[in-house]
């Protein structure tokens, strides 16, 4: 592990994959994973709602050892909040972490940052763990702001939380220009962003927070290009889109560290 925190690698399955389907993946994937890959890399999966009380039986009577996750939640634990899921709700699923503020929730939904922050909160009040998503887009990558976007973001996300809730999070850098084009961001780039993430949480929160802190690259994540960004110093993780709903490649992801 050379010192760094222990990798998670999370599957964002999105819209995909009914709960038969769900069950099915997951039991491929956990017949792909070798004891190693457990001690090695965390590993979460992501479904839909509906998907996620049948997941957490299969993990649960084939003691598989993989967190459930979800894509998303409202921040109050119940109301008349119509086709909403509360944090609680997700909690009482064994739902361990919880992908909050995707640019697909920013770009289609409309959420903006101070949704994303009460978001996290939320998360953390039930136990859980978010995976803060941030992430510039093209044209922000093309005017040179990149930098001071994802700063930006991180710093509005994590506003209000003490070092010690930060220190147990998960930070999702995610350009949007890489998500589900198959354009890669290259490891040095990605990394370049990622220190920026840390060295934020140093500054606002200190050193303790940002050692530990965990930080994913997202976007195109495949079986090819998963060895270099994960040797890179600050990348401690993927969020895989696409290349998850295949168990065969995600279980290629997770292998990373047995290429080269
Ligand atoms: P892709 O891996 O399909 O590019 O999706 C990345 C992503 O958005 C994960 O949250």
Redesign the pocket.
Known sequence: MDGKRKPLI?A?W?MNHNHFEAIQAVQKLSYLLSAADHEAVDVSVHPPFTDLRSVQTVLQSDEIPVLLGAQDCHWEASGAFTGEVSPAMLAKLDVSHV?VG???RRQLFGEVDQVVNVKVKAVIAEGMTPIM?CGESLEEREAGTTDSRVASQVRAGLAGLTPEQISSMVI?Y?PIW?????KVATPEDAQSVCATIRRVVREDSGTAAADAVRIQY????KPVSAPDLMRQPDIDGA??????LDPEEFARIIAYRLVG
């Open positions: 999370s964002n999105k992908i995707h640019s697909e998503c999702a995610e890489a998500i589900g084009t198959g997202g976007g195109s994540v969020l895989v889109g696409g290349a998850s």
